[in-house]
C-alpha cells in the first residue's frame, strides 16, 4: 500500500484508515478494500477546499471533520461504524430519522477500493476534514 502524494496523511495514517475499515468489513464478512490512490487525488482535490459537504463525484463519500485538527483519522470510522446499530441488512433499511450511509459505504460488498485526504488546516469551526471516497459507490438494498 502506497500512500498517494497530496492526500496529506502519513503512510501509518493510511495503514490505519485500511485496516480499520476492513476490520468492519471483516464484521460482516465484506471482501477487504485495497487502497487505489485516484480515489485519493479525488479525495484530496475535495479535502482541499476546506468545505464540509459533499463533492458530488460517482464515487462513493463519507466525509467527517473534527474541531481538533489532531484528531486521529481513525475516529472517523469508529463514527461511521456507530451507525451499524440503526442499520438493518435484511430488509435494507434504516431506523427512522437516523443515518446509516456511512456505514453501508464503509461495508458495501460490492466496494473494492477506497482512497482519502485530510485537511488539517480548514478555517472556522471546523478544523480537520477527512474524506474518504469509494468505488463502487454503494447503493440501495442489502450492504452485505
Same mark, same amino acid.
Given at each position: 500500500? +502506497?500512500?498517494? !502524494?497530496? %492526500?496529506r496523511l502519513s503512510d501509518a495514517e493510511v495503514a490505519d484508515l485500511l485496516a480499520a475499515h476492513n476490520k468492519q468489513r471483516q464484521k460482516v464478512n465484506t471482501p477487504p478494500l485495497?487502497?487505489? $490512490?485516484?480515489? #485519493?487525488?479525488?479525495?484530496? %482535490?475535495?479535502?482541499? &477546499?476546506g468545505t464540509f459537504g459533499h463533492s458530488g463525484t460517482d464515487f462513493g463519500e463519507n466525509i467527517f471533520v473534527s474541531s481538533d485538527a489532531?484528531? &486521529?483519522? +481513525? &475516529?472517523?470510522?469508529?463514527q461511521w461504524e456507530d451507525e451499524e446499530h440503526h442499520w438493518h441488512n435484511k430488509t435494507a433499511t $434504516?431506523? #427512522?430519522g &437516523?443515518? $446509516? +450511509?456511512?456505514?453501508?459505504q464503509l461495508v458495501w460488498r460490492a466496494t473494492t477500493k477506497i482512497g482519502c485526504a485530510v485537511n488539517? %488546516?480548514?478555517s472556522g469551526k471546523w478544523k480537520m476534514l477527512l474524506v474518504c471516497n469509494y468505488d463502487p459507490e454503494a447503493r440501495t438494498? !442489502?450492504?452485505?
Amino acid at each position: 500500500m +502506497t500512500n498517494c !502524494p497530496g %492526500s496529506r496523511l502519513s503512510d501509518a495514517e493510511v495503514a490505519d484508515l485500511l485496516a480499520a475499515h476492513n476490520k468492519q468489513r471483516q464484521k460482516v464478512n465484506t471482501p477487504p478494500l485495497r487502497w487505489d $490512490c485516484t480515489l #485519493g487525488a479525488v479525495a484530496a %482535490s475535495w479535502a482541499a &477546499k476546506g468545505t464540509f459537504g459533499h463533492s458530488g463525484t460517482d464515487f462513493g463519500e463519507n466525509i467527517f471533520v473534527s474541531s481538533d485538527a489532531g484528531e &486521529k483519522v +481513525t &475516529k472517523a470510522v469508529d463514527q461511521w461504524e456507530d451507525e451499524e446499530h440503526h442499520w438493518h441488512n435484511k430488509t435494507a433499511t $434504516c431506523d #427512522g430519522g &437516523k443515518v $446509516c +450511509t456511512h456505514y453501508t459505504q464503509l461495508v458495501w460488498r460490492a466496494t473494492t477500493k477506497i482512497g482519502c485526504a485530510v485537511n488539517r %488546516s480548514v478555517s472556522g469551526k471546523w478544523k480537520m476534514l477527512l474524506v474518504c471516497n469509494y468505488d463502487p459507490e454503494a447503493r440501495t438494498g !442489502p450492504a452485505y
